[in-house]
């Protein structure tokens, strides 16, 4: 399965998901979370399946979208009360007028770096990364084409930041190619492309497909701190229920401790919304426990790293200037419900 179909998968039991939503308890809040559907969202579906979402005063309904840009759009319109997808779009959003708050993460260092087998090979045991790269253009006369998502996206910003300030490669020995995020997983498999940065559970599908791409650098070695998936609130939404909230991060406390502790559990529920009896339950339950799937809850984690990566979109040139973050984090809600839980 791809990632197209893992995305069309999501949409097809968006509709079905939200039916026993609507049944919470008299008095619930009607909560719509839009969400793009990867690992990284998975304590939010498993909070819904335990029913901890129903105990926090949250009747949810779900939809689902290709991006966070995407999603934004429908945030400023109010068609969503929750934004469920990764962070480096919020910032951008606040500083047009959309009032968002972030009010608690879901997963960091989502995105790694894989090599497609003709790349692979070079990264030997006591060779560094510079010395692969260098390796794979004299044995080629190329220089390796690296996939990911465009300029100024998080996967872009944290391929750049391990290529030339962590590893250190010669530019001539690189040549990095912009595409979707479908497309960069179909690209590794089909030896289009001799890496790319990837997430769950495209790392688990590619992985699956082919045993000869290799993970490479982690989410922490491409850019440390690497902030990914949080679950932000609109102002209206956070300002009218602030205990509603309080308790529905309390309960993406408890769910990131269940995937912690027993996946196995949590992987029915992961499944159920994102593509069950499409995709493979393993898979799910792979991706869970992945390298590439590291869940927090504590949205102050994320504060500094998105500072620094959003700095260094502005070296890049992808960014203009740094923008405000005033107001964008809402940490006193986990700190409450951290306190709460004991």
């Known amino acids: 399965m791809d990632r197209r179909q893992f995305l069309l998968a999501g949409s097809a039991l968006a509709a079905t998901a939200a039916l026993p939503h609507t049944a919470a308890a008299q008095g619930a809040v009607p909560a719509r979370i839009g969400y793009i559907p990867i690992i990284g969202t998975a304590p939010v579906f498993v909070a819904q399946g335990e029913g901890w979402l129903k105990e926090a005063g949250i009747a949810a309904s779900f939809t689902v979208f290709e991006s966070g840009p995407n999603m934004i759009q429908a945030f400023a319109s109010g068609t969503i ?19 968002v708050r972030v009010v608690a993460a879901t997963a960091v260092a989502e995105n790694v770096f894989v090599a497609a087998p003709a790349l692979a090979k070079f990264f030997t045991p006591g060779t560094s990364a510079a010395a ?5 253009r004299a044995a080629t006369g190329k220089a390796a084409r690296l996939a990911t998502q465009p300029a100024g996206s998080v996967p872009n910003t944290t391929l750049q930041y391990w290529l030339w300030e962590v590893v250190k490669a010669d530019r001539a020995d690189i040549e990095i190619v912009p595409m979707g995020i479908d497309a960069t997983q179909q690209a590794v498999l089909a030896g289009a492309v001799e890496g790319g940065i990837v997430r769950e559970p495209a790392l688990t599908i590619v992985q699956t497909r082919n045993p000869g791409i290799r993970l490479i650098a982690g989410g922490e070695e491409l850019f440390p701190g690497q902030p990914g998936t949080v679950l932000a609130g609109s102002g209206a939404f956070v300002t009218k229920h602030p205990e509603a909230v309080e308790r529905t991060v309390g309960a993406l406390i408890r769910a990131a401790a269940l995937i912690a502790s027993n996946p196995d559990k949590a992987a029915p529920h992961v499944g159920a919304a994102l593509g069950k009896g499409i995709v493979d339950p393993a898979l799910i339950r792979k991706g869970l426990t992945s390298p590439a799937s590291k869940f927090e809850i504590d949205p102050r984690k994320i504060i500094e790293p998105s500072r620094a990566m959003q700095a260094y979109q502005v070296k890049l040139g992808s960014l203009e200037k740094e923008l405000p973050f005033d107001g964008l984090f809402e940490t006193q809600f986990y700190e409450r419900a951290l306190k709460a839980a004991g």
């Open 81 to 99: 009360d929750f934004y469920l997808a990764g962070i480096a779009p919020l910032a951008v959003a606040r500083s047009r007028g959309v009032d």
């Open 132 to 136: 692969a790269f260098k390796a794979h």
